[in-house]
Each structure stands twice: as structure tokens, then as C-alpha cells.
T-cell receptor, first 113, second 112 residues
């Protein structure tokens, strides 16, 4: 069974601070995706990383895929209250004809004004 | 907005009853996956449908079943509901390569 461990589970910071969220696994994934989910809504895809060592930037968000494609991090610079939400990482593997996402439990981020 | 719509948005059922949840996939997407998200957890893969056939299944009992229709919309059926089935049920649509999945807003099921 493939598992994704996210840390920290909860994070409460002040507006303007920087933060990093980690996603770790003992398994290799074809790609890894980061989602943001707000209460009562479905997850919204932020980014997909595919190549080991890949770094992608989305405004104040920086995503990195580990060289071995087993772990990833999300760094947010100068966090804003609008960044509040549940951040989920999900590993993607193609097993035969079965494609599925394996999700971590998420990091619940609260950015206080 | 992703274009994936789920109905109903909220539902309350009694233990032992049966429930049907519905999902309309994003235009052009032929693959639909269903996930269960319990409170405080990440989504767990239930199963996936491609071209009207089940294309993979997670660790869920047979009382969880599904259908996909020619227009690629899908249903999730759960029989003999248990209290632990209370969760947010998410539908995600994608192309067959599954490189990007787009989620609906979910159906919040409460079993009492």
C-alpha cells in the first residue's frame, strides 16, 4: 500500500510569514499533484510535478519534487489570509489500466490577518 | 469552476438505507473517479470508470457500486448504509491518461 505523509498536519501563522509544507512517501510516483481545498468544496489542482528535482512556481507558491520522486514540498512566501485552506498532496501512478490518485491527509493552513 | 457537477450537495440517510449520488463530468472528459473523504482525512479512492466499465477499485466493499453512462456521467450507489459511510463523496473527471483530475464540489452524506 502506497502512503503519503504530510507535515505539519495543522499550521496557523500570521499574514506575511513564510511557510513550508512537506509530503513524503517510501514509494516512487509517476507524478505528484498539489491541491487546495476550501470547506464544503472539492480539491482544486494547483500544480503537477513530474520530473525528479523539478521546481515549479505559481505566484507566491513554490513546489519542488524530490530527486527520487518520493517526496515534495510546497513553500508559500508572504502568506495571505486568502491562502487559508487544506493543502493536499496526491501521488499519481499508472498501474496497468488503473489510474488513481493516492492522497495524503492534508495540511490545514490558517493565515491570520 | 471546473465544470464537474455533483448532486445532491447534502444528504441525510438512515443506517441500512441505500443512496445514489450523481456526477456530471467536465465536457470532453471520458473518465470518472469517485473518492470518499472522511472528516480530517484526505480523499480515498473508491473506483474509476472509463468507457462505461469499472477501471480499477480501491479498498471498498461490494456494497459500493457504480455506473457510467454513454454521456460519461456517473453514479455512485451505496447499499446497506453504515454510520462510518458519513463523509464527503467527491467525483473527479479526467481524460483517459488521468494526468489532471478536476473535482466536483462533493456530496456531503450523513448517515444517522
Amino acid at each position: 500500500t502506497q502512503l503519503l505523509e504530510q507535515s505539519p498536519q495543522f499550521l496557523s501563522i500570521q499574514e506575511g510569514e513564510n511557510l513550508t509544507v512537506y509530503c513524503n512517501s517510501s514509494s516512487v510516483f509517476s507524478s505528484l499533484q498539489w491541491y487546495r481545498q476550501e470547506p464544503g468544496e472539492g480539491p482544486v489542482l494547483l500544480v503537477t510535478v513530474v520530473t525528479g528535482g523539478e521546481v515549479k512556481k505559481l505566484k507566491r507558491l513554490t513546489f519542488q519534487f524530490g530527486d527520487a520522486r518520493k517526496d515534495s514540498s510546497l513553500h508559500i512566501t508572504a502568506a495571505q489570509p486568502g491562502d487559508t485552506g487544506l493543502y493536499l498532496c496526491a501521488g499519481f501512478n499508472s498501474g496497468g489500466s488503473n489510474y488513481k490518485l493516492t492522497f495524503g491527509k492534508g495540511t490545514l493552513l490558517t493565515v491570520n490577518p | 469552476e471546473t465544470g464537474v457537477t455533483q448532486s445532491p450537495t447534502h444528504l441525510i440517510k438512515t443506517r441500512g438505507q441505500q443512496v445514489t449520488l450523481r456526477c456530471s463530468s467536465q465536457s470532453g472528459h471520458n473518465t470518472v473517479s469517485w473518492y470518499q473523504q472522511a472528516l480530517g482525512q484526505g480523499p480515498q479512492f473508491i473506483f474509476q470508470y472509463y468507457r462505461e466499465e469499472e477501471n480499477g477499485r480501491g479498498n471498498f466493499p461490494p456494497r459500493f457500486s457504480g455506473l457510467q453512462f454513454p454521456n460519461y456521467s456517473s453514479e455512485l450507489n451505496v447499499n446497506a448504509l453504515e454510520l462510518d459511510d458519513s463523509a464527503l463523496y467527491l467525483c473527479a473527471s479526467s481524460l483517459e491518461d488521468n494526468t489532471e483530475a478536476f473535482f466536483g464540489q462533493g456530496t456531503r452524506l450523513t448517515v444517522v
